[in-house]
């Protein structure tokens, strides 16, 4: 009996430490089957756009317009090469350069009389109203500097406004008065 009973013990023992050992191992519980670590994305890294520059991409004009201080002042900007000027496109870009310093210049129209650009203005906005006599001055030559020194083929600027005679606050020109020629 002694012999059994060592027996006995020993598988005692024996499912004892089988039952400790297989309690020891954490048994998920219901929430934690649901938990997943997040998955592993490989996501591509986007590739950083090229950018080069050719000779001939790009081109410089100069053009004037109007300072935080109220004056006329030389400025250059960068545009691509295929960038065709006109007058009119270098007198809305010049008008739209000077709301950098709270001046707002709305143009009508511009148009072309021979060798002459015609630029009128709207007729309730700068430099024809609400515009000291010497800040209308500086817009007037910005404008028609611009327009004469990037497109030679034009000997003069004309202001109007609503393509009538040009009468501001300050100024009065007649309809086919020339402003600015070289």
Do not use: W
Request: glycine share 2%; with cysteine; charged share 25%.
């Amino acid at each position: 009996m002694k012999h059994t009973n060592k027996k006995l013990i020993l598988l005692a023992l024996m499912i004892t430490s089988l039952l400790v050992t297989a309690c020891g191992k954490d048994e998920p519980d219901e929430e934690s089957d649901f938990i997943t670590p997040p998955p592993v994305t490989t996501e591509k890294a986007k590739p950083t756009p090229e950018i080069s520059f050719t000779p001939g991409t790009l081109k410089t004009i100069t053009y004037y317009t109007i300072s935080d201080s109220m004056l006329k002042e030389e400025a250059t900007a960068v545009l691509a090469a295929d960038t065709v000027l006109t007058p009119e496109y270098l007198a809305r870009y010049v008008a739209d350069s000077m709301e950098d310093a709270s001046v707002t210049v709305e143009i009508d129209s511009v148009s072309v009389e021979k060798e002459l650009v015609v630029v009128s203005f709207a007729e309730d906005s700068m430099p024809v109203c609400d515009t000291k006599a010497e800040l209308e001055g500086e817009i007037l030559d910005a404008i028609a500097q611009s327009i004469l020194e990037n497109l030679e083929e034009y000997t003069g600027v004309i202001f109007r406004v609503l393509d009538g005679h040009y009468i501001s606050e300050n100024r009065s020109y007649d309809k086919n008065s020339v402003y600015l020629s070289h």
